[in-house]
């Protein structure tokens, strides 16, 4: 009886081992259509809109902050900061100056800010005591200082005579002040200008009613100014054109 079931177990096992290889087959079969399936998704391809590029290149999406163009007086300032760094120090003295609340710029900016504000309080001051401040902001209303007067004495000066000692030596510059301090004089003693050693040529022109008058004082006093504070070299020409002018309005003082 044993040996009939082993005999039957022996037949049967061939059959039961293909059995389960036939089942294995199928199940990889089945694994590699599945994996097909998955590989095989449909989608579908979208393109940019025109002009992508371009809209996303404006300024608004430009997020690189660029430096601000330097002015004039930020050059300046930085001239004048790295000058006094070569005087007073190497720049880690000024980093330790920054490091606590101040910097060179600061102290420029504050300190001409200063200088223009106190300026500016100078020539308000200054007009309205009616004085000048300086000559290249008043070329007509140069003063005649009173020292220039009292060292003339001009109750007393014989202008003739000093006018022609000067023309003789050539110092025409020197004569053309004297026939102006001359005409000065004549117009006091006349009573058409009142003489004030703080007054200007312009407020003795504003004093001088006669239209004539007042028209010649005009020239005289810019031929006057342009010779004497000018500076400039006269030759015996102008000297006689000048002098001429002076006389004419002399003669009728």
Known sequence: MNKLLIYIVLICFPVLVSGQATVNDSVSVTTEVALSVSDTVNYTQREFEPGFKERYKADEFIYEIKPKPKTAWDRFLEWLRDLLDSIFGPSDEEAVEEK???????????????????????????????????????????????????????????????????????????????????LLKLLT??????????????????????????????YLSYVYEYIWYGEFAIDEEAFTKAE????????TL
């Open 100 to 182: 606590n609340g101040i910097s060179w710029g600061e102290i420029i900016t504050k300190l001409v800010a200063a200088i223009l504000i106190i300026f500016v309080i100078y020539v308000v001051a200054s007009s309205i005591a009616g004085k000048e401040i300086f000559w290249i902001f008043k070329r007509s209303g140069k003063k005649i200082s009173i020292n220039e007067i009292m060292s003339e004495d001009l109750a007393q000066v014989n202008f003739k005579d000093l006018i022609n000692e000067t023309k003789q030596t050539g110092d025409y510059r020197l004569a053309t002040r004297y026939y102006y301090l001359w």
């Open 189 to 218: 003693y006349r009573e058409i200008i009142e003489w004030h050693p703080d007054k200007t040529n312009s407020d003795y022109l504003y004093e001088i009613n006669n239209p004539g008058l007042r028209k010649d004082f005009e």
């Open 244 to 251: 001429k002018a002076f006389i004419k309005t002399l003669n």
